[in-house]
């Protein structure tokens, strides 16, 4: 049975994130989805308590982080372990391997955000590429760009929200060909079983989101 997965949520362990576990988990539920990825930035603070109040549920919640590399932003998924920040591409994909995960290079073209290039990315061994990211500006370029990068590497393509408010949850899926179930999942995207669906954020939320960074500058 497929399994639809939102592969890149924030939560309140985010300094960005504002929303809190038991939030993002509840509405991933009234989402429909089979599955979440819990993808904070460089850390795991919230994947353990994640997986504990999904225990009592229907949903499969993938520890996972998103790792700052000197290169742009990498998901680590199915990581228990952390990954320091600041590394090279190639160090840090390295890493989240010898800890038993995959490494999916997240929104890798972005105009604002950082990009990760072709050259480096095709020596990094990644297991795949974030080509819909509901976050990423502008959202359509950003997608067909990152589709030709996976197309060139021959990696498996992924979908995320990026999400840093739980009802924006399930804005991108990735529909992955297995059983809902943490390793199946984790192998299927690697072998390439997956389809990436999605559309962006509505302009609400960019303002809204606009307006939290504001508030916790000043
Ligand atoms: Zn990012
Ligand atoms: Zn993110």
Redesign the pocket.
Known sequence: MPSKIDL?V?TCYSDDGMSTLREVVDYAEKKGLNGIAI?D?DTLNGTDKALKLANKKELVVIPGV?VTTLQG?VLGLNITTSIPKNLGLIETVKKIHEAGGIAIA?HPIVLIKSHIKQRTASASNLDGIEVINS?AFPFFLSTRLSQTLAEQLKLPQTAGT?AHHADEIGTAYTLVKADPDIDEITEAIRKGAVAPFGKPISWKIRVRRGAFSLKRRI
């Open positions: 890149h924030h993808t930035h998103e932003h997240a976050s990026d």
